[in-house]
Every structure is written in structure tokens, then in C-alpha cells.
């Protein structure tokens, strides 16, 4: 269990990232951090591996103050994967996955073996494995940031927005094989994110977050969606539920074209979907 004990942090500049933070973010289920820009999330992210020490409280991984820990060593048992992939650009795909294992001492076949597994466990074709990171699509270099983030096997995997430069439907992809693998994995996770969509698709906890790192509500999706607890967090949903919103349009040649709320064509209904069916 990853506990966060009234952690704050105020940059040397006088920004207060995180004012007084408090929660518990239980093993083997993934906790998503949500919020708009600028509201101190990956600032609480990065206190887990000590890439940010607080400036009060403190963060327990099992009841250990991280504090108490070398920060590479915490890092290297903590896998980490952030938004732009954080690949290097001049290494093969295959020894950016085996980095952490080559760090820690793991003979150079022996980490490649371990990475060519890894490639498989993410959906990467093992083709790729030669490639350098810059020949690879913005979808392919985040599953080589997910499968290098586990190459050392870790209990705790950080997300930091993992899938926010690539296109929608990758997204929805990554999304879809992030749950796969986690039912397989029962990893904890720490997933950061600003959008709404992902955050339900992939929490078991969501922490909608206010500035200032201050929670908003935390609960289940189911809990978060079905009651809002104050104005915040009904405005965040409310927002997205207005975009998600459809509209049906009677076409000259038969059929009902469905729109978004934004008047974007998204398909052809035969029949008028306001309609009651049968039964
Ligand atoms: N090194 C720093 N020095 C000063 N202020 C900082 C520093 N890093 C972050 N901040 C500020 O702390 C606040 C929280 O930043 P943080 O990056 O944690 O937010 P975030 O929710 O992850 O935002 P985003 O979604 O835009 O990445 C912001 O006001 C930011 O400008």
C-alpha cells in the first residue's frame, strides 16, 4: 500500500503544488489521479519515487517512509512511464526495455530475453525490436515506455498521462490493453490523467483533484458518477457529459445521422434512434 500522510510541497519559488495531502491508494488496483493542468498531480506522482520530496508530511510505501530510502534504488524497483515515452532516442528499442535489468546487474543476454517477453506482453511485434525509438509510431513508443516501466518487475507502476500524445483511438487502444494486463499484473498503480473518459475506463479509486493537490472526492467511478460530492466535480463530469451527448438527423435518402454535441457526424442509423423500441 502506497500512503500519503498530509504530504505538501512548496517549490523553492513559493508555488504550492500540494497544500495538505491525504490518502491511502491500496495493492493491486489502480488509482487514477484526476484533474486540470496545473493542479499539482504529477507533483504528487513524483513524491512516490522521490523525483519531488515533500516539504511536510510524508509518503509510506508499506508503511516505509520513502524518505528513509536512496532515491535510485526506490527508483529502480518503481516503474514510472511518462507522456512523451522518455525513450532514449539513440538506443534499440531492446535496450531501452532492458535498461533497468542491465543497471542492476542482469547479463546482457539475459535482459534482452527478458525484454523480447516484454515486448510481447504489451502487443509489440518482436520486428520492432531493432528499431531506434524515432521509427517507431507515438502508440508503439508508449508500449516500449510500459514495457521497459516493467522490465524490473515492480509492485508500483507511475503513469504520468501515458497516453495523452497519441491519437484517440490508439488511446482507447492503450486504455483497452492497460486493463488487459492489469488483470493479469495486479500491479499498483498511480495513473495520472486530465481526462475524464480514461480515468472511469481505467480506476478502480478516481481522485478528482482541485488546485492546490486538494481532493475533490474519492471513490469508485460508479460512486464519483452517479453522486457528485459538490459543484467541482459535477461541473468536471458535466462538462464531459455534454460533449458525449448525441443528436439524430432525418437524412433525404432514409436513414438518421447521428452527431455529437459539437455537430460532428459520427454515423448513419437506419432507423431514428429517439424511437422506442420493442420491448
Ligand atoms: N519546479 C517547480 N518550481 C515551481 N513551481 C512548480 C515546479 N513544478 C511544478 N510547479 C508548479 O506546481 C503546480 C503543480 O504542478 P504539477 O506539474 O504537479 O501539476 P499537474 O496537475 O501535473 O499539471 P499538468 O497536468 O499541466 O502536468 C503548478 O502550478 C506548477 O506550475
Redesign the pocket.
Known sequence: MIEFERAG?T???G????GEFSLRIPSHTTTVLL????????????MVNRMVDPTSGRVLIDGEDVAQEAPVALRRRIGYVMQNSGLLPHRRVIDNIATVPRLTGMPRGAAHERARELMRTVGLDSGLARRYPGQLSGGQQQRVGVARALASDPNILLM??PFGAVDPLVRMELQRELRRLQTQLRKTILF?T?DIDEALALGDQIVV?Q?G?QIAQAGTPEEIVAAPANDFVARFLGLDAGRRSLRARPQPGGGWLVSDAGGRPLGVLPDDPAREGPG
Request: proline fraction near 7%.
Open positions: 510541497k517549490y523553492p519559488d508555488t504550492v503544488a500540494v484533474g486540470s493542468s496545473g493542479c499539482g498531480k504529477t507533483t504528487l506522482l513524483r504520468d498521462e495520472v486530465h483533484l488546485p493537490g
